[in-house]
């Protein structure tokens, strides 16, 4: 079969798609309280999916009507071993491994080999300062011990995923805990949105400089939770805007946390010209904005390493296919060069 797509202005209204960034991070905190609680907006991805399957594993009772996600913290034994199903959600392993040890249970988390293989490096090395015994597989982690509060160093080039998922256990362990990040913190975004969420629970952290002191003992509060509109998503259509087109987007939170906000800038600079963006703090911007400098004038990216160890190399996927339009692109460890001349 064969399609003819002609040229055209987009024009209409949208509402922009529920952030998935944040519809982990409220699915968890509503869950660690002692109540019930219902989040608002989700829309059941597969990652999302795997998020609230961990936290059935941990007990919970959950119904979903609509777009709604009603949370009943039921008292349950929870069995000697707890099998957590994180298919492919980078998220859901990396938030639910320390959640999980808080219990001190057996552990195992299955995933795909691909998931599995990105690594838990960070959470290693404080399984074997803490005497934590784990056993990776090719499609599932095996842990058994109980996180204890401590004072942890970090670096601060991996996943932010692993420092949010420290900072959503160590509030309900006995003794205050720190992190330390060691090195530039990179994707500060995503620690950013953690933290409103853990402040909308009525959890207390405080942020020093390039640290975060945890204090121990402390208790999720039930809420009702809404998810706010996702800025990458709305970033493809927005750019519409940017061609000619009248696209208007609601939903999205002018003061939120995402780092993902700033593709509005970015649009403005390489709609006027060639123009080098970094683009650590706002990663899944990278095939939007390399679409759209292809568009108009080129560009220049860097800090886009992190791209390549997606759910598929989100680098070498666009440029096979923008190189099918023409585009020079050029593709070295962390940099994208787009020749658009």
């Known amino acids: 079969m064969r399609v003819t797509i002609k040229k055209g202005i987009a024009k209409g209204n949208i509402t922009a798609q529920p952030s998935k960034s944040y519809s982990h991070r409220l699915l968890i905190a509503a869950a660690l309280s002692n109540e019930d609680s219902v989040v608002n907006n989700v829309v059941l991805s597969e990652d999302i999916k795997a998020t609230i399957g961990c936290l059935k594993t941990l007990g919970k009772d959950i119904t979903i009507e609509d777009k709604k996600v009603y949370i009943k913290n039921k008292e349950e034994k929870l069995p000697e071993e707890l099998v957590f199903e994180c298919n492919e959600s980078g998220s859901t392993l990396r938030f639910f491994i320390p959640i999980a040890l808080v219990f001190g249970k057996k552990v195992v988390f299955k995933g795909s080999e691909k998931l599995i293989s990105r690594g838990i490096g960070v959470y290693q090395e404080i399984f074997e300062k803490q005497n934590i015994k784990y056993q990776i597989l090719n499609n599932q982690i095996i842990i058994e011990g109980k996180l204890q509060s401590d004072h942890f160093n970090v670096v601060g080039n991996i996943s932010s995923q692993f420092i949010s998922g420290l900072l959503f256990a160590l509030p309900l362990l006995n003794g205050d805990s720190s992190i330390n990040i060691t090195t530039e913190l990179e994707s500060k975004n995503y620690i950013d949105m953690t933290l409103d969420v853990l402040k909308l629970a009525n959890i207390h952290i405080e942020e020093v400089n390039n640290s975060f002191k945890v204090f121990g003992n402390q208790k999720y509060i039930s809420k009702e939770y809404n998810v706010e509109g996702d800025y990458s998503n709305a970033s493809f259509f927005d750019s519409l805007n940017y061609l000619g087109g009248s696209v208007e987007i609601s939903g999205l939170n002018l003061n939120s946390s995402q780092g993902d ?10 709609d006027k010209k060639y123009y080098s963006a970094d683009i650590k703090n706002c990663i899944d911007l990278g095939p939007i904005l390399f679409a759209f400098a292809s568009l108009k004038h080129g560009g220049h990216f ?20 923008l190189e099918k339009f023409g585009i020079n692109i050029v593709v070295s460890d962390n940099e994208v060069s787009i020749d658009n001349s």
């Open 302 to 321: 860097i800090n886009t390493k992190r791209l390549m160890i997606k759910e598929s190399n989100r680098v070498i996927d666009l440029k096979e296919e």
């Open 261 to 270: 906000k700033v593709y509005r800038e970015l649009f403005r600079e390489l």
